[in-house]
């Protein structure tokens, strides 16, 4: 190949690879990263009761991690303070406790954090409060 025909060739493919490169950049095409869909969240209500130095325990399934709040909605008799009110995990036997209010009122919530889906549970007691019987209502939010 000679000299001049070389020069051509190397010309023409660098206009070509140019061209290519600015074809490539005309390109308006936006890109839009996914939202991810929003949360969904549960609500459960347990209800029952517990005797003199009694306890209760309801267990649930969060279904991702997120934010869990359980609010003791209701307590009585009027008679009744308070009752432990806890959340922990549910290992198969029994709550491991993570998070405690032992001098929960009525209208109480504890609040936690679960890193991710799993069994858990609610853990209701008496902390020395309760003459005979208490009746309890609690409502649980979670993933």
């Not at 549960?42 to 969060?62: C, D, K, P, Q, Y």
Request: glycine share 8%; proline share 4%.
């Amino acid at each position: 190949m000679s000299r001049v025909a070389r020069f051509f060739f190397v010309r023409r493919a660098v206009l070509f690879v140019a061209l290519m490169a600015v074809a490539a950049c005309g390109d308006n095409n936006t890109t839009i990263a996914p939202t991810p869909p929003p949360a969904v969240t549960v609500t459960e209500t347990f209800s029952g009761s517990i005797n003199r130095n009694g306890a209760a325990t309801h267990t649930f399934l969060a279904q991702a991690s997120g934010s869990v709040t359980v609010t003791l909605n209701t307590l009585s008799p009027d008679t009744v303070s308070a009752i432990g009110l806890s959340l922990g995990t549910w290992n198969g036997t029994g709550c491991q406790i993570v998070i405690a209010n032992t001098n929960a009122a009525a209208s109480a919530s504890i609040t936690g954090l679960t890193s991710s889906a799993g069994n858990l549970c609610v853990f209701v007691n008496d902390v020395g409060k309760i003459a005979n019987t208490a009746s309890y209502d609690v409502t649980v939010v979670h993933p």
